[in-house]
């Protein structure tokens, strides 16, 4: 059994910061790539961000230049900076992580922690 747990959603300023973590825990061998999700009210979920083990990165245009993506491979955490927040980026942030265990490769997802970006 393989978890997510995303940490710090929560309302924010138009143009303020937060940053979020997604801790794995359970059974895993290594972790392949990391990422961030979001997905607001009638729309798709869409990538935001993703990490490989190595560190390589790659973020959606609407987010480039103003979130950065990290992860701690001793910790299986990923994190997401958010500055500049703008209300179009309120939305459920998923957590998603290729992990592989004793099964093999799993693709797991967290539960998802809430931004809102409002005045």
């Known amino acids: 059994q393989v978890q997510l747990v995303e940490s710090g959603g929560g309302l924010v300023q138009p143009g303020g910061s937060l940053r979020l973590s997604c801790a794995a825990s359970?059974?895993?061998?290594?972790?392949?790539?990391m990422g961030w999700y979001r997905q607001a009210p009638g729309k798709q979920r869409e990538l935001v961000a993703a990490?490989?083990?190595?560190?390589?990165?790659n973020y959606a245009d609407s987010v480039k230049g103003r979130f950065t993506i990290s992860r701690d491979n001793a910790k299986n955490t990923v994190y997401l900076q958010m500055n500049s927040l703008k209300p179009e980026d309120t939305a459920v942030y998923y957590c998603?992580?290729?992990?592989?265990?004793?099964?093999?490769?799993?693709?797991?997802w967290g539960q998802g922690t809430l931004v809102t970006v409002s005045s």
């Open positions: 998603n992580a290729e992990v592989r265990n004793k099964l093999g490769y799993l693709e797991v």
């Open positions: 359970g059974s895993i061998f290594s972790i392949n790539a």
């Open positions: 990490i490989t083990s190595g560190g390589s990165t």
